[in-house]
């Protein structure tokens, strides 16, 4: 009787998990629940490449992947029995299954009391803001972490004006460390975009087709648009009856295979998979494109593996880059959990440079400012430093 391998979600994990099935030759029936209109396309891209305009909407479409050998439907997962080993479906239906992958990734977070805006995680929602803007517009931008930075950056080279407001005084120092977060605000000066940093909002008007924001300073800012970039909800209240172990956050518990615990069927992969490696008794999520594609394609290898000893741990080093006013920064490993930083290769001033960050003494991450010709070495560098240091492993 032929298997059915059943994956929710067809962004990077989703997507990844059907190729590899296929490149491994799976003989049951692939089906990929992909609730959005049109083929999975580069989340990376919105908020630079895609608004910009610099690529259309075919080139930001997935188009490696051969959806043709697929059967993709154009429905979301709502419930999940694990017992009956069934999925339902928004339609009603029920879709049942041998094999199933979990990737339904995450979407904007939407803040309470705030007018609608420009969700930046969302293709329409950017193209929308594309097709909307003009040199006269100023938008206020609400988040300035990773993609509210990329969105102020690319609307400046636009030639529109851009207004970034955002509750921490360094918003980038998480993603980026204190070095990265100070050359990207200094960036932001040069350019152009208004900082507002520090600050909460304490009304929103957008009234006539205009923005107007009341900030707890008593400062107000005004512009013709918002578009929101205050971070991802993980899409997974579907699973809250499921019996599923579900972190605080959302995130799916899974072991270092990717497995969900206590299913040797189910995987689940990207944005929602709270990895628990066997470093370290607590979940672990990585919410960057490259995890979500390296996790997808072996929570495939580990599902179809003909035998537990087959099965291997994901012990990828995270790695992940942005681009800021023509800038490059590359970061690898984990910056938010380091406690220490030092520059290595290259000055600050410089805008060329590398730096370390340490924990408990040992390297858990690289920053490299417009150096991606030095990627591949640290990447490799930080996974045999890690292999070798127990203690300092994510």
């Known amino acids: 009787m032929s298997q059915r391998l059943v994956i929710v979600g067809a962004s990077a994990a989703g997507a990844n998990a059907a190729h590899r099935a296929l490149q491994l030759g799976f003989g049951g029936e692939i089906i990929v629940l992909a609730p959005e209109s049109g083929a999975p396309y580069y989340k990376p891209a919105l908020s630079k490449q895609y608004l910009s305009g610099f690529w259309d909407d075919e080139r930001i479409r997935l188009s490696t992947i ?11 997962a709502v419930s999940l029995d694990t017992r009956s080993q069934v999925v339902g479906l928004s339609s009603g239906h029920e879709l049942d299954y041998d094999y199933l992958v979990l990737a339904t ?45 990329e969105l102020g950056s690319t609307i400046r080279a636009m030639g529109a004006s851009a207004t970034i407001v955002d509750m921490h005084q360094a918003p980038l120092e998480k993603a980026l460390g204190p070095y990265g977060n100070q050359s990207a605000m200094e960036l932001h000066h040069a350019k152009g975009v208004r900082l507002m940093l520090g600050e909460t909002i304490v009304s929103a008007d957008t009234a006539h087709g205009h923005v107007a924001l009341e900030l707890a300073s008593g400062q107000e800012v005004q ?9 991802v909800t993980l899409a997974t209240t579907w699973l809250s009856d499921s019996g599923l172990a579900l972190e605080a ?49 072996l929570a495939i290898d580990n599902l179809l593996a003909d035998s537990p000893e087959e099965r291997r741990p994901f012990r990828s080093v995270p790695l992940f880059w942005t681009e800021l006013h023509g800038n490059l920064f590359h970061v690898v490993g984990d910056p938010s959990e380091s406690t220490e930083w ?53």
């Open 66 to 76: 051969p959806w043709s050998d697929l059967n993709i439907r154009s429905e979301s």
């Open 105 to 149: 990734g995450s979407s904007g977070r939407k803040l309470p009391n705030m007018p609608p805006g420009h969700q930046v995680t969302d293709l329409k929602a950017v193209q929308a803001l594309r097709n909307a803007l003009t040199p006269e517009w100023d938008v206020v931008i609400i988040g300035g972490g990773l993609i509210g930075s």
């Open 223 to 231: 512009g013709n648009a918002i578009a929101y970039a205050t971070g």
């Open 249 to 297: 956050d959302g995130g799916v518990s899974v072991g270092e295979d990717l497995l969900v615990d206590g299913f040797s069927n189910i995987a689940a992969a990207g944005d929602i998979a709270s990895v628990r490696y066997i470093h370290t008794p607590a979940g672990r999520r990585v919410e960057h494109w490259l995890n979500a594609v390296e996790q997808g394609r």
């Open 342 to 394: 030092n520059v290595i290769e290259g000055t600050v001033a410089s805008s060329k440079y590398v730096v370390t960050g340490r924990k408990n003494g040992h390297p858990i991450a690289y920053l490299l400012a417009n150096s991606p010709a030095r990627l591949a070495e640290y990447r490799l560098r930080l996974y045999e430093e890690l292999d070798n240091n127990d203690a300092a492993l994510p």
